[in-house]
């Protein structure tokens, strides 16, 4: 078996670093849904997680039609980029609603189980990687910087995210160059 430190060695492979960011999204400009009275939607291009209002958790819906009877929920439609909320307050214009949102950026276009992760992390990573050989050849991070590339408009909103109010789950791997 191949580890870590032998495949950076290594000219057939590259180093993958996979970037999870975990964060909030406040939610703003929300339109009352024709069909589902009692459902107000906001448009997110973001994966959610989860919705609070004002500080609490809402319910996930599996679907409108719950959702629509269910106050204090919320249902996220992927496909659409929609998230439906029936808030407690009578309308989400009275409430602080934010999305618990995730990005996933690499270094490298790269899937990794049923996620895939955009490959917008700048080629040079910028945190403090070693593989010292007196831990078995496990990677540590020191610390550091990661950039996200976007100058094609792909984070065009991202600034509107609440990035101190989250995580970043960094994965390290290599991949066998064919």
Request: aromatic share 8%; glycine share 10%.
């Amino acid at each position: 078996m191949t580890t870590l430190a032998d495949a950076i060695k290594e000219p057939t492979s590259r180093l993958v670093v996979l970037a999870t960011i975990r964060t909030g999204q406040t939610l703003e400009a929300w339109t009352q849904d024709a069909t589902y009275t009692n459902l107000w939607w906001s448009s997110t291009s973001l994966e959610v997680e989860g919705v609070r209002e004002d500080g609490s958790d809402l319910t996930a819906a599996a679907d409108l039609a719950t959702a629509n009877t269910t106050d204090g929920s919320y249902y996220w439609d992927r496909a659409a980029g929609r998230v439906y909320v029936n808030p407690t307050a009578s309308n989400p214009h009275q409430a602080l609603i934010q999305a618990r949102v995730v990005v996933r950026v690499a270094n490298h276009p790269k899937r990794w189980g049923a996620e895939r992760f955009e490959p917008r992390l700048a080629e040079r990573v910028g945190v403090s990687i070693r593989v010292p050989e007196r831990f078995g050849g496990l990677g540590q991070i020191g610390g550091g910087r990661l950039v996200i590339e976007a100058g094609d408009g792909w984070a065009d909103g991202l600034e509107a995210l609440d990035w101190d109010a989250g995580s970043v789950t960094l994965e390290l791997g290599a991949d066998v160059l064919r």
